[in-house]
């Protein structure tokens, strides 16, 4: 089973859709709060090179962040990468 992350922000429209996406994929996963200024958001930028939420990480692999995996999604590429969880 793969281990699932999202690092989001509260408020955040982006975050909504991609915690959506991977909802909608029956998939577990694990969402971290990681607003501005936090430790979780320093560890999620320091894991992927990116200052934006969510990031999406599998098997502690970066896939990106909501329209990187909307694109997956829309490739077909997503559910194989998810590895069903």
Same mark, same amino acid.
Request: glycine share 12%; proline share 5%; hydrophobic share 35%.
């Given at each position: 089973?793969s281990?699932?992350e999202?690092? &989001?922000? @509260? %408020?955040?429209?982006?975050?909504?859709?991609? /915690?959506?996406?991977?909802r909608?994929k029956? /998939?577990?996963f694990? *969402?971290i +709060?990681?607003?501005?200024? &936090?430790?979780e958001?320093? *560890?999620?930028? $320091?894991?992927?090179?990116? =200052?934006?939420? @969510?990031?999406?990480f /599998? +098997? %502690?692999?970066?896939?990106? %962040?909501? #329209? #990187?995996?909307?694109?997956? #999604?829309?490739?077909? =590429?997503?559910? $194989?990468?998810? !590895? !069903?969880?």
């Open positions: 089973m281990e699932i999202i690092f &989001t922000q @509260p %408020g955040c429209p982006y975050c909504v859709h991609a /915690v959506d996406l991977l909608s029956g /998939v577990a694990k *969402e +709060n990681a607003p501005h200024g &936090t430790r958001r320093e *560890e999620s930028m $320091s894991r992927s090179g990116r =200052r934006t939420v @969510p990031q999406v /599998v +098997n %502690g692999q970066s896939l990106g %962040g909501c #329209d #990187d995996i909307m694109a997956l #999604d829309r490739a077909g =590429r997503l559910d $194989s990468l998810l !590895g !069903g969880a």
